[in-house]
């Protein structure tokens, strides 16, 4: 089954904005940002609160909007180019010039628009492919996403390498390059990708879009496959995300800074791409034998099991271990999430639905992180955190079972 020119750009955007993910959320950027005199590395967390509170209050009601005919590239393209040249601005403000400031609102219209453009990238699957295509092409953006960010994202940590660790024009270097990367793949989605399905244009369509998105949220749980599948999202997306966003703390936390240097943080995240690349592909095909309602079970079960592996890690190997086996489902729960979800809505209103997708995802981040750090604080044991969030993963797996086994034969009003 070929992927057609349109699928192939659509995925050629995730290789893009991929590479601001690994080099700009986890990697690259946090390390810049503490180089900045009185500042704490901590303080990101608050900005990066910020910027998911503020996307997700926009989230539907920009969906809703775009659903109208013509409107969802004109988003997408917006935002993109928010993130992209606010990604680019990164480059020519130095931890020297002491605007770190000016760089923190930078960070946030980045953030924003990264995830502005995702909003309506997720939403563009319903128009790109065909049900029984999803699952393929929802992987492959995924699978191709993680490992070609290895390239721009390998070339800077060279780049670094060579600069001196503690210099910082290597990472503005490197800002560059993942700015540059992210603009050259997204111009195949711009200049290929349509909007096939859309609501036809009315008059005063903002108060319409008002009108329609506060009828749905009242009516959401009336699409009772949508919203019991949010709400195990909710949980197991939760856990997701806060292991990404807490592997690195966790494993300095456990093992030390002596024993974990910044060059080993950052080959981890390496390896943790590149194994997540077959593996995506791999849930892709499974779940065409399988289901993707089966596979998504099999990624919720391994993070469980990540969880209690992580708690027993005292070496450097096993870091390289944990690595595997997050990157091992990591690509394949997300994709297949975001396929699944996109068979059970309704088609003409995709923007509008995964503007409630991306406000479940938004949210979700929140609880985990919470988690860990209370457990730290009221145990005093770094390693007691990490069993804090398998709750999370129990409860999504248990209310995601409830959901029906085979989502193209039901409608997505029931």
Known sequence: MKLTKEEKSWILYDCGNSAYSMAITTALFPIVFGMFQGVDNMDLGYFNSLASILVAILSPILGSFADYKDKKKRFFTFFALLGILSTL????????????????????????????????????????????????????????????????FGISLAVIFFMGMDAAIG??????????????????????????HYIEPEPQPIRQSFKRLGSTFKDIRHYKIVFVFLLAYFCYIDGVDTIIKMVVPYATSVLGTDTLDTFTLLAILLVIQI????????????????????????????????????????????????????????????ALSRSYYGKIIPKERSNEFFGFYNIFGKFAAIIGPFLM??????????????????????????????????????????
């Open 373 to 414: 750090a209370l457990t730290t604080t009221l145990t005093g044991v770094a390693q007691y955190s990490i069993l804090s969030i398998i709750p999370l993963f129990i409860i999504g797996l248990l209310i995601f079972l409830t959901l029906p086994k085979d989502v193209q034969t039901v409608s997505s009003h029931t």
């Open 171 to 196: 990472y503005q270097i490197g800002f560059f390059i993942t700015a540059l990367w992210w603009g050259l793949l997204t111009i195949p989605m711009i200049k290929d990708v349509q909007q096939r």
């Open 275 to 334: 194994i997540a690349f077959p593996c995506a592909l791999l849930y892709g095909r499974l779940a065409k034998i399988y289901s993707t309602r089966t596979m998504i079970i099999v990624g919720i079960t391994t993070y469980i099991i990540t969880c209690i592996a992580a708690f027993f890690i005292s070496e450097m190997w096993h870091i390289f271990v944990l690595g595997i086996m997050i990157g091992s489902a990591q690509g394949g729960i997300q």
């Open 89 to 152: 601005s990164f480059a020519f403000i130095a931890p020297a010039s002491g605007q770190w400031q000016l760089l923190i609102v930078m960070y946030v219209l980045s953030c924003i628009g990264f995830a502005g453009a995702n909003i309506f990238y997720d939403s563009f699957l319903v128009d790109v492919t065909t049900d029984d295509k999803m699952d393929k092409v929802s992987t492959s953006g995924f699978a191709f996403g993680y490992i070609s960010s290895v390239i721009p």
